[in-house]
């Protein structure tokens, strides 16, 4: 709870991954992924509810071993490659809220696939969200390209241009941009009911470090999480 406000963090986690087949629960550096998430809720100071969403059995088992609550299995239907998050985010809301009786005003994300965040910014999203009056907060790394510099579009005709209009010299006198690490995404409950969005009027962003911004999506991804570990950078 963070200035009176209660809080449920969601950890989604389906069986199915074609880039990394059982990445959720795949060993790193000695321990499943999703453990890395679920202990990082539980470390955290304002956390109050941590639940698991998963139609698979054998996750919910690892999930409840490492202390977060999986109180039921998600729809087959909710855990297809072109499910929306956000429909799994409110189907738990609504169960939460209905069958389990539990009231929240504030909605924590963390995705399993991101290891390396720590409670600090879990904290630190939250407070952020409360103290700025925002809508919602995800979090962001420094961008290594910049779409006004040095990134480029292929047009129709084959014709190339910069992505973002804008003279620039050095990436340095470009606006600043982020990259989203698929990390951290807190919301108000009402707002994330009504919105049904990551992108709202007042979205602010936490930003984090590249090192604690790995999102792993495949198997070099991987390997890069667990010489981050191995190395404690």
């Known amino acids: 709870m963070y200035k009176g406000n ?30 890395y998430s679920i202990e990082q809720a539980k470390g955290a100071k304002y956390v109050d509810r941590i639940i698991v969403s ?3 059995r054998k996750i919910a088992d690892i999930a409840r071993r490492y202390g977060a609550e999986v109180p039921f299995m998600r729809p087959r239907k909710l855990a297809t490659d072109d499910c929306s998050i956000i429909d799994v985010l409110l189907h738990a809301m609504d169960w939460m809220e209905n069958k389990g009786k539990f009231k929240f005003d504030i909605l924590v994300l963390l995705h399993a696939t991101a290891p390396l965040r720590t409670t600090e910014d879990i904290d630190n999203s939250i407070k952020l969200l409360v103290d700025k009056k925002a809508d919602n907060v995800f979090s962001v790394t420094e961008a290594h390209r910049n779409p006004y510099f040095n990134m480029v579009e292929v047009l129709d005709d084959g014709a190339v241009r910069r992505v973002k209009r804008g003279s620039f010299v050095t990436r340095q006198s470009a606006p600043r941009v982020f990259d989203m690490n698929a990390s951290i995404y807190v919301w108000w409950r009402d707002v994330l009911r009504k919105g049904k969005s ?9 930003v984090m470090p590249r090192e604690r911004s790995v999102d792993i999506d495949d198997y070099l991804d991987f390997r890069i999480a667990e010489m981050l570990l191995k190395t404690g950078t």
Do not use: D, Q
Request: glycine share 12%; with cysteine; net charge positive.
């Open 6 to 35: 209660s809080i449920l963090c969601i950890i989604p986690a389906r069986g199915g991954s074609k880039g990394l087949p059982g990445k959720n629960i795949k060993k790193l550096s000695g321990k499943p992924l999703i453990a």
């Open 54 to 56: 998963t139609e698979s």
């Open 198 to 206: 990551v992108f709202l009027k007042k979205s602010h962003v936490y």
